[in-house]
Nanobody, 122 residues
């Protein structure tokens, strides 16, 4: 069973940056689609970004495109989310997740990390 582990969350002022990391076990990491989701207080969990097997193809939520960049290093079994120009509405618990297929849907991601808190102050 794959268990992703996130790190890199914290407190930042609006306009600042954070870089989240997620490491997942497995000898076939390159066969995984890796995704980032988030859940803000009082809201449902939503898709943020995903990256396919080779790292060439990426998906983004419209509101983060141009500000966030997802990347992966298959040699390190690691996916990253570089978050720039952060806004208070980006405040949420961010989750790393693993899928066996290309998807933006939470239902297709079967393994989830514990989450890391990102708080953006105004």
């Amino acid at each position: 069973q794959v268990q992703p582990v996130e790190s890199g969350g914290g407190l930042v002022q609006a306009g600042g940056s954070l870089r989240l990391s997620c490491t997942a076990s497995g000898r076939t990491f390159r066969s995984y689609v890796m995704g980032w989701f988030r859940q803000a207080p009082g809201k449902e969990r939503e898709f943020v970004a995903a990256i396919l097997y080779s790292g060439i193809t990426t998906y983004y939520k419209d509101s983060v495109r141009g500000r966030f960049t997802i990347s992966r290093d298959n040699a390190k079994n690691t996916v990253y989310l570089q978050m720039n120009s952060l806004k208070p509405e980006d405040t949420a618990v961010y989750y790393c997740a693993v899928s066996q297929m290309a998807s933006r849907s939470e239902a297709d991601f079967g393994s989830w990390g514990q989450g890391t808190q990102v708080t953006v102050s105004s």
